[in-house]
């Protein structure tokens, strides 16, 4: 591993123009991780364009660099490009998928099932966030984070522990923050209430109206919640808004799988589960020709609400737990 690094690290010395992409629908890490990267290239002097397939959310656009993500990417070389937590090569993006002026490609992750398409791979499951082995690279660079660095790294790692509430908050990730903090000169008040206090009132307009829906199935062990488009309707939200919702039925006691059905279209719902650990959910997104992870997984499902539900809840009840 250590030495994989020390490859990056050289990789990067000798590169001008370094390409940075994350996957689509991009989360807290993906964001986080792409600006952090960014902001250290550009403090050692390199060119660093970050590219997304998918916009970056509303959430997260106070972050120093997210209004220079591109949407396409620039028709030029490049002497690398970094692929930060993809897990799969695809899920880079269609455009980047087919981009080919690059000489050298990163891979970055922390997924379980990463494949190894870069000229150098680092992908370690054991590092909490893809953040930490941007950190890794850059702290081997001999890097001193400046603030912009540290909060995008401090941000990916905050995001994907869950606010250091899952089990993977090991006790890098708290180093890693600790470090980042003082780094860049903020607290963690400072992030929290970016991130979690300053919701949007139509979010809490939309919650109200997918909380009625609660549903407990397999004597209170699941439980679901459902968004439906006239909901999004009724309040002029989106998707995007409903990140987090599924946290609500996985925090009832005694539940041990939380599903949540978002509809897409009229007759299409993208169904989402979450396990609080015990239970594979990657296994019954399976079985409906879903996928994922132990602890978060999904897949679509076409049909209207209850036939939708049937499918998903018989697949629930037949995995034993
Ligand atoms: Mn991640």
């Given at each position: 591993m250590t030495e994989t690094i020390h490859k990056i690290v050289d990789a990067i010395r000798e590169s001008r123009s370094v390409l940075i992409v994350s996957h689509e629908g991009p989360d807290g890490d993906a964001i986080g991780s792409s600006l952090g990267l960014a902001a250290f290239l550009k403090a050692i002097g390199k060119d660093a364009v970050v590219h997304l397939a998918d916009p970056v959310p509303e959430l997260y656009r106070f972050l120093p660099g997210a209004d220079q993500v591109c949407s396409t990417i620039?028709?030029?070389?490049?002497?690398?490009?970094?692929?930060?937590?993809v897990g799969e090569f695809r899920?880079?993006?269609?455009?980047?998928c087919a981009f080919t002026r690059i000489s050298r490609t990163i891979n970055l992750?922390?997924?379980?099932t990463c494949e190894e398409f870069g000229t150098f791979n680092l992908i370690d499951v054991q590092a909490a966030a893809t953040a930490i082995l941007v950190w890794r690279v850059a702290s081997a660079y001999g890097f001193v984070a400046d603030s912009a660095t540290a909060i995008c790294l401090y941000v990916g790692i905050l995001t994907d522990t869950g606010s250091f509430r899952y089990s993977n908050s090991n006790r890098e990730a708290f180093s890693a923050a600790g470090e980042l903090l003082e780094a860049g000169?903020?607290?963690?008040w400072d992030i929290a209430e970016k991130l979690y206090e300053s919701q949007p009132r139509k979010?809490?307009?939309?919650?109200?109206?997918?909380l009625p829906t609660l549903e407990f199935i397999k004597n209170g062990q699941a439980a679901s919640l459902t968004v439906t488009t006239d909901m999004y309707a009724a309040t002029a939200t989106d998707a995007e808004l409903t990140d987090g919702f599924v946290n609500y039925p996985r925090s009832v006691q005694g539940?041990?799988?939380a599903i949540f059905f978002r509809q897409l279209e009229e007759r299409r719902f993208k169904v989402g589960f979450r396990s609080k650990g015990a239970v594979n959910v990657a296994a019954i997104a399976q079985a409906f020709g879903g996928g994922g992870h132990h602890n978060a997984a999904g897949g679509i499902v076409d049909g209207d609400l209850d036939e939708v539900k049937r499918i998903v809840y018989g697949a629930v009840e037949a995995i034993r737990w």
């Amino acid at each position: 591993m250590t030495e994989t690094i020390h490859k990056i690290v050289d990789a990067i010395r000798e590169s001008r123009s370094v390409l940075i992409v994350s996957h689509e629908g991009p989360d807290g890490d993906a964001i986080g991780s792409s600006l952090g990267l960014a902001a250290f290239l550009k403090a050692i002097g390199k060119d660093a364009v970050v590219h997304l397939a998918d916009p970056v959310p509303e959430l997260y656009r106070f972050l120093p660099g997210a209004d220079q993500v591109c949407s396409t990417i620039p028709d030029r070389d490049f002497d690398l490009a970094f692929v930060l937590d993809v897990g799969e090569f695809r899920r880079a993006g269609k455009q980047f998928c087919a981009f080919t002026r690059i000489s050298r490609t990163i891979n970055l992750d922390h997924h379980l099932t990463c494949e190894e398409f870069g000229t150098f791979n680092l992908i370690d499951v054991q590092a909490a966030a893809t953040a930490i082995l941007v950190w890794r690279v850059a702290s081997a660079y001999g890097f001193v984070a400046d603030s912009a660095t540290a909060i995008c790294l401090y941000v990916g790692i905050l995001t994907d522990t869950g606010s250091f509430r899952y089990s993977n908050s090991n006790r890098e990730a708290f180093s890693a923050a600790g470090e980042l903090l003082e780094a860049g000169g903020f607290t963690a008040w400072d992030i929290a209430e970016k991130l979690y206090e300053s919701q949007p009132r139509k979010r809490l307009e939309l919650l109200v109206r997918a909380l009625p829906t609660l549903e407990f199935i397999k004597n209170g062990q699941a439980a679901s919640l459902t968004v439906t488009t006239d909901m999004y309707a009724a309040t002029a939200t989106d998707a995007e808004l409903t990140d987090g919702f599924v946290n609500y039925p996985r925090s009832v006691q005694g539940v041990e799988v939380a599903i949540f059905f978002r509809q897409l279209e009229e007759r299409r719902f993208k169904v989402g589960f979450r396990s609080k650990g015990a239970v594979n959910v990657a296994a019954i997104a399976q079985a409906f020709g879903g996928g994922g992870h132990h602890n978060a997984a999904g897949g679509i499902v076409d049909g209207d609400l209850d036939e939708v539900k049937r499918i998903v809840y018989g697949a629930v009840e037949a995995i034993r737990w």
